[in-house]
């Protein structure tokens, strides 16, 4: 397996916007219908805003109307990692990045049942889009 990605929270802040920083290595979470990714048509794929990993593909997005882009699954299986976040007194699946521990968003059981049926909704500030991959 591939090695992690490890650093210190004082070399994140230096390399993240203060949005960024918080969202992906405090797990906090954007204000829905705020994000720059909530309508992109353009083919392509979003990579982790910390590390650079490919994490999902466009045509894997479908409009949830959560306020969140939202995926019916990640780019590979391997390329994300879920865990069982219990915090704001809640039952949910938290996705961070395998590569980089960044939290990304949560994954839901309500997605498109005519593809996964599940939902990755994702932090847009944790992407960053590469238009034409
Ligand atoms: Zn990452």
């Known amino acids: ?18 949005e960024q920083y918080h969202v992906t290595r405090e797990k906090g979470t954007e204000r829905p219908f ?29 409009e949830a109307g959560c306020g969140w882009p939202s995926f019916d699954r990640p780019l590979t299986a391997a ?6 976040d219990s915090s704001h007194g809640m039952q949910r699946v938290e996705v961070t990045c395998a590569r980089c521990n960044a939290h990304l968003g949560h994954v839901f059981p309500d ?16 992407l960053n889009f ?3 991959e």
């Not at 390329?79 to 069982?84: A, F, K, M, P, S």
């Not at 997605?111 to 944790?126: D, K, L, M, W």
Request: hydrophobic share 25%; charged share 25%; net charge negative.
């Open 1 to 18: 397996m591939r090695k992690k990605i490890e650093k210190s929270d004082a070399e994140w802040r230096e390399q993240l916007t203060p």
């Open 34 to 62: 705020t994000g720059d990714y909530q309508v992109t048509e353009e083919h392509g794929i979003y990579h982790c805003v910390c590390c650079h990993a490919p994490l999902f593909e466009n045509e894997h997005k479908f």
């Open 79 to 84: 390329c994300v990692e879920e865990q069982t």
């Open 111 to 126: 997605g498109p049942p005519e593809t996964t049926g599940q939902r990755f909704c994702i932090n847009s500030v944790a």
């Open 130 to 132: 590469h238009s034409g």
